[in-house]
């Protein structure tokens, strides 16, 4: 069993940045592939941003240039460096580790983290 614990989340004004981090438990973390999704009121859970086990990684179009995530394997945490960040970025934020380590499938998720950007 992983548990996933984010943090860093808070109040930040448009224009400004955060870096969330999520810290993991147990020892495959750094074989296990990672994602950062996020939820605003009243909509769907949508893909943030990817990062493979070897460091690959993959941004949606509306972060793009603006997010970047990272990985720490000797300290098992995500980061997520969130740059000129939009009212539209405020939702809540989770980490997320999903795929399969040979015959081992995984899926777990963090509690989230609100970030909302107002003035």
């Known amino acids: 069993q992983v548990q996933l614990v984010e943090s860093g989340g808070g109040l930040v004004q448009p224009g400004g940045s955060l870096r969330l981090s999520c810290a993991a438990s147990g020892s495959i973390f750094s074989r296990m592939a990672m994602d950062w999704f996020r939820q605003a009121p009243g909509k769907e859970r949508d893909l943030v941003a990817t990062i493979t086990s070897g460091g690959s990684t993959n941004y949606a179009d509306s972060v793009k240039d603006r997010f970047a995530t990272s990985r720490d394997n000797a300290k098992n945490t995500l980061y997520l460096q969130m740059t000129n960040l939009k009212a539209e970025d405020t939702a809540v934020y989770y980490c997320?580790?999903?795929?399969?380590?040979?015959?081992?499938?995984?899926?777990?998720w963090g509690q989230g983290t609100q970030v909302t950007v107002s003035s």
């Open positions: 997320h580790a999903g795929g399969v380590i040979g015959p081992y499938k995984y899926d777990y």
